[in-house]
Nanobody
Framework: QVQLVESGGDLVQPGGSLRLSCAAS????????MGWSRQAPGKQRELVAA???????NYADSVKGRFTISRDNAKKTVYLQMNSLEPEDTAVYYC???????????????WGQGTQVTVSS
């Protein structure tokens, strides 16, 4: 079983910055991909950023140039650096890890509990 613990959510003024962290623990053989998604009130969850095991990254158009996803494989941690925050970025942010727990087993997609980011003056 894989556990994910997120941190870094806070109340920040427009134009400010935050750094989210998500650390994984448990039975992990290898990490295939990591990502951050968000869900605002009344809206569907949307993918914000993802990073593969090879380091390739993808971003939602709404955050390109403002958010940066990065990882520390040794620490089994993924980060989301968020700059130039806007009120529209207000949401609960969730991390996910796609991992294998052993050789020749199906991949497992685990989610964190979410961390609140509020952008308001």
């Amino acid at each position: 079983q894989v556990q994910l613990v997120e941190s870094g959510g806070d109340l920040v003024q427009p134009g400010g910055s935050l750094r989210l962290s998500c650390a994984a623990s448990g039975s992990i053989f290898s990490i295939k991909a990591m990502g951050w998604s968000r869900q605002a009130p009344g809206k569907q969850r949307e993918l914000v950023a993802a990073i593969s095991s090879g380091g390739s990254t993808n971003y939602a158009d709404s955050v390109k140039g403002r958010f940066t996803i990065s990882r520390d494989n040794a620490k089994k941690t993924v980060y989301l650096q968020m700059n130039s925050l806007e009120p529209e970025d207000t949401a609960v942010y969730y991390c996910n890890f796609v991992v294998s727990v052993a050789t020749m087993t199906p991949l497992v997609n685990s989610w964190g509990q979410g961390t609140q980011v509020t952008v308001s003056s």
